[in-house]
């Protein structure tokens, strides 16, 4: 029944380690997103995919690399971790935008401790 | 760039009062500014939506303002009540139908009973 499911939840891991996150959404949203927040609360973008298409590309490093297989997953790969690339990761999806506004559905996150 | 302030000091209410939180903005105003509602350990809820041209809006307890010529949106919760305690955020999108959400670092409400 859950509309935005990543996993996992917590995530522990070496510096130098390679990790993914996964992220599956049953609302039939056509866009779909990756949020970082920091240890000050901070939630800042850092991909958006509508159908499959790359639309938002922050200024990531490209140790980070987002997939989507299909319209309805989203899942992020980060290659040699850092120290400084812990934080919560949120992902979140949406209708199109130019369907009009609308709110998003974020999942419950998924906490990434670099040690 | 754009640069959202909400109040960082957590904000103290007694119940059955209402609580008003603050987001000023600078630079463009936003097509649509939106509030959202975080527990501890958990991710964001979307409460509501206004747009560049609607002055209020409202959800049951909830009342959102925008004024753009003040830059700033005050989130009221009336009649508030201890669940109401959270972190409350709020989020810009600019026209151009990307989807991008630009967050403020959100108030904390504490509502005691």
């Known amino acids: 029944d859950t509309a935005v499911s990543q996993t996992p939840k917590y995530l522990v891991t070496q510096m130098g380690n390679d990790k993914s996150i996964k992220c599956e959404q049953n609302?039939?949203?056509?866009?779909m997103y990756w949020y970082k927040q920091d240890s000050k609360k901070f939630l800042k973008i850092m991909f958006s995919?509508?159908?499959?298409?790359?639309?938002i590309n922050e200024t990531v490093p490209n140790r980070f690399s987002p997939k989507s297989p299909d319209k309805a997953h989203l899942n992020l790969h980060i290659n040699s971790l850092e120290l400084g690339d812990s934080a919560v990761y949120f992902c979140?999806?949406?209708?199109?935008?130019?369907?009009?506004?609308?709110?998003?559905?974020f999942g419950s996150g998924t906490r990434l401790t670099v040690v | 760039s754009q640069k959202i302030e909400q109040n960082s000091e957590a904000l103290n209410i007694q119940e059955g009062k209402t609580a008003t939180l603050t987001c000023n903005y600078t630079?463009?105003?936003?097509?649509?500014l939106q509030w959202y509602r975080q527990d501890p350990g958990r991710g964001p809820v979307f409460l509501l939506l206004?747009?560049?041209?609607?002055k209020e809006k409202r959800k049951e307890r909830l009342k959102v303002t925008f004024d753009t010529t003040l830059k700033q949106s005050l989130f009221h919760i009336t009649a508030s009540q201890p669940a109401d305690s959270a972190t409350y955020l709020c989020?810009?999108?600019?026209?151009?139908?990307?989807?991008?959400?630009?967050f403020g670092q959100g108030t904390t409400l504490q509502v005691k009973p």
């Open positions: 979140a999806s949406s209708q199109r935008r130019d369907r009009g506004p609308g709110g998003y559905t």
């Open positions: 609302l039939g949203h056509d866009t």
């Open positions: 995919y509508n159908n499959k298409e790359l639309i």
């Open positions: 630079n463009y105003s936003p097509a649509y």
């Open positions: 206004i747009r560049e041209n609607e």
């Open positions: 989020a810009l999108e600019y026209a151009g139908n990307t989807g991008k959400l630009i």
